[in-house]
């Protein structure tokens, strides 16, 4: 069964550093999203992408993120300079084509945790 | 209360028992959706049910809700001790782009016992 795959599984980072996270999407999916869960919280959306452009973006997603799709298979996740608040659970996710209701049905990977210390 | 919060926080029962877990939201939807997460892993699609609809199945889920009330519900038959996960309702609202995002509830933990 395809699956959304992401590296790395773990991260460990010092405060002020750079960060990637990589995601590979299902190859026919159409739409893409991160989110993150900090640790006993619930999941919240930072960004949805579509067509090579940002599609929706949350208030957590401020100018110290940024979102890629590099080539026809990765789409990344940047965040330029981390904090201690930014330990989290990060998900990739993707969808196919919305159903004729309108409903996008998510796949999501299994996560990179990322750790600022 | 937030978009999307589930009751209990915490269930747990039996194995063989049912499990009913519920979600309230506060605006109008497209559709909702449940999704489970088992500890330290990626969340998984388990069943939607449209605005428009008030009942469905799926094996030994059952989903309701009842736009009215702004609520759903999740019924897991005959419980196992694989169904140990927490368990997300996510609301999706009425066309908010080309890809519409989803909202997640607090989650409800289920821990089925042998």
């Known amino acids: 069964e395809p699956e959304v795959t992401q590296t790395p599984s773990h991260q460990v980072t010092q405060m002020g550093q750079e960060v990637i996270l990589r995601c590979v999407p299902i190859?026919?999916?159409?739409?893409f999203y991160w989110y993150r869960q900090i640790l006993g919280q619930k999941v919240e959306f930072l960004v949805s992408f579509y067509n090579n452009e940002i599609s929706e973006k949350s208030e957590i997603f401020d100018d110290q993120f940024s979102v890629e799709r590099p080539d026809g298979s990765n789409f990344t996740l940047k965040i330029r300079s981390t904090k201690l608040e930014d330990s989290a659970m990060y998900f990739c996710a993707s969808s196919k084509d919305r159903e004729t209701s309108g409903a996008n049905v998510l796949t999501f990977g299994a996560g990179s945790r990322l750790t600022v210390l | 209360s937030q978009q999307g919060e589930e009751d209990p926080q915490a269930l747990s029962i039996q194995e063989g028992e049912n499990a009913t877990m519920n979600c309230s939201y506060k605006?109008?939807?497209?559709?909702l959706q449940w999704y489970r997460q088992n500890s330290g892993r990626g969340l998984v699609h388990l069943i939607l049910i449209r605005s428009n609809e008030r009942e469905k199945h799926s094996g030994r889920l059952r989903v309701t809700l009842d736009t009215s009330k702004k609520s759903s519900s999740l019924l897991i038959t005959a419980s196992r001790a694989a169904d140990t996960a927490s368990y997300f309702c996510a609301t999706s609202q009425e066309d908010t782009g080309t890809a519409s995002k989803l909202t997640f509830g607090t989650g409800t933990r289920l821990q089925v016992t042998l």
């Open positions: 605006t109008s939807i497209n559709n």
């Open positions: 190859s026919n999916h159409l739409y």
